[in-house]
């Protein structure tokens, strides 16, 4: 794999690494233990009884969308990872090199199609 594509494939992760620390830092606090543990703020829209039914709709609506992007930064950190110990672009099950055209539609994945496919 050629360093100008590796250079721009980091480039796009740590950008997409920023957008979600965003994203995720408007609704959810990060917890300090597990780096990348983020709790979602319960809303406070005040005391009345379907002021609290919408803040009990808001925090469930928003528990999976922190969860999904706690994973999707997990998966650019560990790619970013691989880039820093030279072994981006290979696939972790059966060490062969992972398609470009892959790796630039979905920069944090670690199998190729063949494997991703039959892992399903």
């Not at 980091?10 to 609704?27: H, P, Y």
């Not at 990348?36 to 808001?58: H, M, R, S, W, Y």
């Not at 706690?70 to 696939?91: D, M």
């Not at 059966?94 to 063949?114: T, Y």
């Amino acid at each position: 794999m050629n360093k100008k594509f590796i250079k721009q494939i980091k480039s796009e992760l740590k950008k997409e690494k920023k957008i979600i620390l965003k994203e995720l830092k408007r609704f959810a606090k990060q917890d300090t233990n597990p780096s990348n543990d983020f709790d979602t703020i319960f809303p406070n829209i005040g005391d009345k009884q379907d002021e609290n039914a919408i803040e009990v709709t808001l925090y469930g609506n928003t528990l999976p969308v922190e969860h999904n992007l706690e994973i999707r930064l997990e998966n650019i950190n560990k790619a970013l990872k691989r880039i820093k110990n030279n072994q981006y672009g290979k696939c972790k099950a059966c060490k062969q090199p992972i398609n470009q055209a892959r790796l630039k539609i979905m920069p944090e994945s670690d199998l190729c199609i063949k494997c991703k496919t039959s892992n399903l």
